[in-house]
């Protein structure tokens, strides 16, 4: 189970935070703000009222202790690349900071960040769902119940093709298309034998789409 620090918890910060949380995974959140803290406390592991722009904050958390801190300060007072730093200078292996514009992206990238983000184009629950499974390429949020996935195709699957896996079947998912290099199969799936190197692109419940992700 991967450990993750929030830093900030407007709009971006929260839904990341909850939606590690919700899926059974270790989070603690950081905000000056009480009023946010108090919002989430009860749906994290842990949840408290500092500023991390203080090293010492940060330390007396364990930061370094962490797989992946999120950034997420909405103020334009560059506390985002003071908390970068320190978080990279602790020793945290993966950092993902909110920015406003390229600019400032290209700022954090500077002093350390490992990933940027930009609210108009990275929406908090995928960023979260691309964190937790290595085996997921992509994600996007459909609905707040179904999502597309392109999901790479494993060796116990190769030689087979849907027929035979009956994924619709088994977990109510619909393969609607397979990417093979550059080519993007969407008619004759049910007979297509898979190969290495195939991704499979998935539409379906959340909860069902987890389901085959942990056991196909």
């Known amino acids: 189970m991967k450990q993750f620090l929030v830093i900030g918890l407007g709009t971006f910060g929260a839904s990341v935070a909850r939606s590690l949380a919700e899926r059974g995974h270790n989070v603690l959140a950081i905000d000056k703000d009480m009023e946010r803290v108090q919002s989430i406390a009860a749906d994290l592991t842990h949840a408290v009222e ?16 962490f797989d992946v801190a999120i950034v997420s300060i909405g103020d334009s007072s560059h506390a985002d690349v003071i908390i970068t730093m320190i978080l990279k200078e602790l020793g945290v ?8 514009d390229d600019l400032h992206g290209r700022l ?6 490992d990933r940027v983000v930009y609210p108009e184009r990275d929406m908090g629950i995928r960023v979260a769902n691309n ?6 390429i992509d994600y996007l949020e459909f609905s707040p119940d179904y999502s597309i996935i392109e999901l790479p195709v494993r060796d116990n699957i190769i030689g087979k093709n849907l027929r035979e896996l009956k994924l619709r079947n088994r977990y109510n998912v619909n393969v609607i298309a397979v990417k093979r290099g550059d080519e993007i199969y969407i008619s004759g799936l049910a007979d ?8 499979m692109i998935a539409f379906g419940g959340n909860d069902e789409l987890q389901k085959m992700e942990k056991e196909l």
């Open 131 to 136: 964190l937790l499974s290595s085996n997921i």
């Open 108 to 113: 954090l990238k500077k002093v350390g960040a």
């Open 192 to 199: 297509l034998s898979f190969e290495p190197g195939d991704i």
């Open 50 to 65: 500092a500023d991390a722009t203080d090293p010492e904050v940060l330390r007396r958390f364990g930061a370094e202790n």
């Open 93 to 100: 292996p993966y950092v993902i900071v909110k920015a406003r």
